[in-house]
C-alpha cells in the first residue's frame, strides 16, 4: 500500500489530558508507513494538503457546538467527501444518530479493539498499540501530564451507573490487560516516563488485582520511587468504588507510589461506606487523597456541603491531605452543561457554586479556614452565600465588610416565600435590563431593597434602577 496523508484532529474545547485514541492511531498509522500530522482545532492550513483520511476525535457530549463546527469545517475542506473523515470517542459512541444527522457522517462507535477494522490488510489492533508521544512535537498547544505512561490496566465496568457512560462504550469488562510489556515498548520508543497514569473505569472489580499490583511494583513504582530525584507517581485518574474496596486492596496500595489515591463519593447515602475506606486509607499510611463529588443528581445544596465538609474534618482528625472535586452532572446526551436538578438546584445555585470553584480551578482545598470562608460554615451559611449577588459572593473576607453585613441583614430578614420568591425572580431574569424590569414590577419593598444589590456592579456603583412612570 502506498504512503498515506493522515490528519488526526482533536477539537477546540479544553482538556488538559492529551487524545490517547488519537496517539495510538497515530502509532498505527506510522507502522504502515503513512505520514501523520496532528492539529489542535480548524487549522488554516490543512486544506493545502491533499488528505487520504481525517481522524476526528470526541469528548463529552456537552462540548458538542465546539466539536460539531470543527467536524463541518473539515467535511468542508474535503468538498463534502465523508469516505474519508473518521469520526470517534466519546461524544460519537454516546451520540451517533445525532451526529448522523447534523454531519451526513456515520461515526464509529466503542473502541478499535479488533483487527482490520479501518484496513483489510493487517492485524493491527489499534487499541493495543501504544500511544505516540512524539504525535505534538513542535506543537504550541501544551498538554499536562505528558511525561506519563498512559494506559489500562482493565477495560469496562460491570457497574450501570444512569450517570455514567462507560457500560455504552466499553459494554464487555476485561478483568487483566498486562501493561509490562507496553510499558517497556513506550520506554524503547519515547524514553522512560516519569509517573503512571491509569484510566481503569473499575480497577477494583478486578480479580486479577494482587497481580496488577506486582506489575506496578515490578515496573519501579514502589512507595517513595524516584526517578532523577523526583518521585513517582501512580494515579488511577477515574478513581475507585468504595463500595468494593476492602482492607486487603489498602494494604497492597500502600506498597506503590498512589498519589493521590480517589475515591469516588456520588451520593451523600455512601458516607458510612466512603469513611469507613477514608480511616483504612489512613490507616495503611496513604496520606493523599482526591475524589469526584457529583451534585445536580439526586440530591441537594445541603448534600454537597457535607460531603465537602466530611472530607475537610477527615483532613484535621486524621492528617490526610483530601483534595475534592465537585463534578456538576450533565446527563449523557447533553449538548450543552444547562442542565439543573429541580427543584432542589436552579441557575442562581449552580451559578454559586461555580463562582466559588473558580477561585480555586474546581479544587475544594483541605483546610477548615479555606473551606469555611468558601462555603459557610454551616448548610444555612452555605444557602445564603448561594443566594449572595456574583459580586459580593467572590469578595467575601473572613469578616463581612459593610455592604455584605447589610446584604446579609437584609437577606436574613426575609420570610421563607420571600426567600423563594427571590429566587425565582433571579433565575427567571437573568439579563440585567430584564432583572431590572422585574424589580419595577414587584410590590414587596423588603425584596426591592436587596434585588438593587444584584444589579449594581462594581464598574458602576451609582446604577440605579430606571422604572416606567
Known amino acids: 500500500m502506498a504512503s498515506r496523508n493522515i490528519l488526526l484532529v482533536e477539537p477546540r474545547y479544553p482538556t488538559k489530558f492529551p487524545p490517547l485514541g488519537l496517539m495510538k492511531l497515530s502509532t498505527y498509522h506510522k507502522a504502515l508507513g503513512d505520514r501523520v500530522h496532528f492539529v489542535k482545532g480548524t487549522d488554516k492550513d490543512v486544506p493545502y494538503e491533499y488528505w487520504d483520511r481525517v481522524y476526528i476525535t470526541t469528548l463529552f457530549t456537552y462540548h458538542w457546538k465546539i466539536t460539531l463546527e470543527d467536524i463541518l469545517y473539515y467535511k468542508s475542506m474535503l468538498h463534502g467527501d465523508t469516505s474519508r473523515i473518521y469520526i470517534g470517542g466519546i461524544m460519537a459512541s454516546l451520540m451517533p444518530d445525532k451526529l448522523w444527522k447534523e454531519t451526513g457522517i456515520s461515526p464509529m462507535t466503542g473502541i478499535l479493539d479488533k483487527p482490520g477494522v479501518l484496513d483489510s490488510d493487517n492485524d493491527y489492533v ?21 511525561d506519563s505512561y498512559f494506559g489500562y490496566l482493565t477495560r469496562g465496568c460491570v457497574n450501570r451507573c444512569k450517570f455514567c457512560g462507560v457500560h455504552k462504550i466499553e459494554p464487555v469488562f476485561r ?43 515490578d515496573l519501579g513504582f514502589e512507595r517513595g520511587a524516584k526517578l532523577n530525584n523526583r518521585r ?173 453585613q447589610d446584604w446579609i441583614n437584609k437577606y436574613e430578614n426575609l420570610t421563607s416565600s420571600e426567600k ?38 462594581p464598574e458602576d456603583p451609582n446604577q440605579t434602577r430606571m422604572c416606567d412612570e
Open 126 to 146: 489499534v487499541d493495543n498499540m501504544i500511544p505516540d508521544y512524539s504525535l505534538f512535537n513542535n506543537l504550541s498547544h501544551h498538554y499536562a501530564l505528558l
Open 175 to 217: 478483568d487483566y490487560l498486562g501493561i509490562k510489556p507496553w510499558v517497556k515498548l513506550i520506554d524503547d520508543t519515547h524514553g522512560p516516563k516519569h509517573n503512571l497514569v491509569l484510566f481503569d473505569n473499575n480497577i477494583i472489580y478486578s480479580k486479577r488485582f494482587r497481580g496488577i499490583i506486582k506489575d506496578i511494583l
Open 232 to 404: 513517582r507517581h501512580v494515579d488511577f485518574n477515574q478513581g475507585t468504588d468504595a463500595r468494593l474496596l476492602k482492607e486487603w486492596h489498602f494494604k497492597l496500595l500502600a506498597k506503590i507510589a498512589i498519589n493521590p489515591l480517589r475515591i469516588a463519593f456520588d451520593h451523600v447515602k455512601y458516607t458510612r461506606i466512603y469513611s469507613a475506606k477514608v480511616r483504612l486509607a489512613a490507616k495503611y499510611g496513604i496520606q493523599n487523597l482526591s475524589n469526584y463529588i457529583l451534585y445536580n443528581y439526586d440530591d441537594t445544596p445541603q448534600n454537597l456541603w457535607q460531603r465537602l465538609k466530611l472530607n475537610v474534618e477527615f483532613n484535621s482528625e486524621l492528617g490526610l491531605q483530601i483534595y475534592s472535586f465537585p463534578m456538576k452532572y450533565v446527563p449523557l446526551t447533553a449538548k450543552d452543561r444547562t442542565y439543573i436538578y429541580e427543584p432542589h438546584w436552579n441557575w442562581q445555585f449552580i451559578r454559586g457554586v461555580q463562582r466559588i470553584l473558580n477561585v480555586t480551578n474546581g479544587i475544594v482545598m483541605t483546610g477548615k479556614e479555606f473551606f469555611y470562608r468558601a462555603f459557610g460554615e454551616s448548610e444555612e451559611a452555605f444557602l445564603r452565600i448561594l443566594h449572595m449577588p456574583e459580586r459580593l459572593l467572590m469578595k467575601r473576607g473572613r469578616v463581612p465588610g459593610a455592604e455584605e
Open 420 to 457: 423563594a420568591e427571590l429566587l425565582a425572580i433571579l433565575c427567571d431574569n437573568r439579563i440585567k435590563k430584564d432583572l431590572a424590569n422585574a424589580i419595577c414590577q414587584n410590590k414587596n419593598g423588603q425584596l426591592k431593597n436587596i434585588l438593587d444589590y444584584y444589579l449594581t456592579e
